[in-house]
Structures are given as C-alpha cells and as structure tokens.
C-alpha cells in the first residue's frame, strides 16, 4: 500500500515538473510536456486501479488543484523571468561607425554583392546593396542613394 502511494506521487510530481519544464523552457508542444502528461495520468490511473475509485478521485481533483495553483502562482510572481532572455540586440549594420559617405562617391567591392556585401570606400568597408544586379570583387562601384544606413551602389560603366 505504501509503495502504491510512492509511486502515485511520484508519477504525478516527474509529470507536473515536465509539464512545467515544457511551459516555460521548451516552446511548443514536444515529447517533453507528451511525456509530462502521460506520466500524470498513469500516476493518476495508478490511484484509481491500486487505491480504489474514492481515493482516486481524491488524487486527480489534488492533482488538478495542484497544477493550477503552480502554474497560476509561478506565472503571476514571475518566478521565471530569471530563466527569460531579457538582453536585446540593438545595433545594426553600419551604426558602431557613422559614415560621411555623400552620393556619387566611387569605390570597389571587396565582396561580390549578390546583391548585398561589402565595399571598400575612402579606406573604409561598409555593407553596400545593389537594386539586384550581382557584381563580382573589385568591381568599381558607385553610391546611388543614402538612406540612413542603407547603401545603395551600382556599377560605374
């Protein structure tokens, strides 16, 4: 009998961890939380076969009682955003180094734009992008427009 009830609420807890594991680390629905609930039930199936109806009707309104108070406790005092990735990334591409680029300006790829790469202007290298046309490496190339950060370039004939 003691094991019985060993094995009922170890069942139930590995479920209800994996459950949770599932929730907040793993997104989506995966062998993890499958897992998690499969093992619940057999626990809570365990109660009914081995403890008898009255009894297993205890567990499973336990149960469920229990996973809503942790999931409802450990979501509304934030007991995970220790796990969250908070940190954002807020550079883009040419922002460490503002250019004094001006249209018109000639230089060189460095890289084949296809349609996007980098070329070479003033001993500087900037990420530059074509309107589509692939160049190859050291094509002499041309500033069309600035926009902020955005180089448009096209081949000078």
Known sequence: ????????I?????GLVLIIVELVFIPGT???GILGFVLAGIGIWIGYAALGTTIGHIILGSTVLIAGV????SFRTDAWSRFALNDQMKNRVNDEHPHTLQIG????TVSALRPQG???FNDQQHEVQTKGEFLAPNTQIRIISLNHNKITVEEVS
Do not use: K, P, S
Not at 105 to 108: A, P
């Open 118 to 120: 980098t070329g070479l």
């Open 70 to 73: 942790a999931f409802f406790y």
């Open 10 to 14: 170890l069942l139930i807890t590995i």
């Open 30 to 32: 995966t062998l993890i």
């Open 1 to 8: 009998m003691l094991l019985d009830w060993v094995t009922v």
């Open 105 to 108: 300006e000639t230089g060189v």
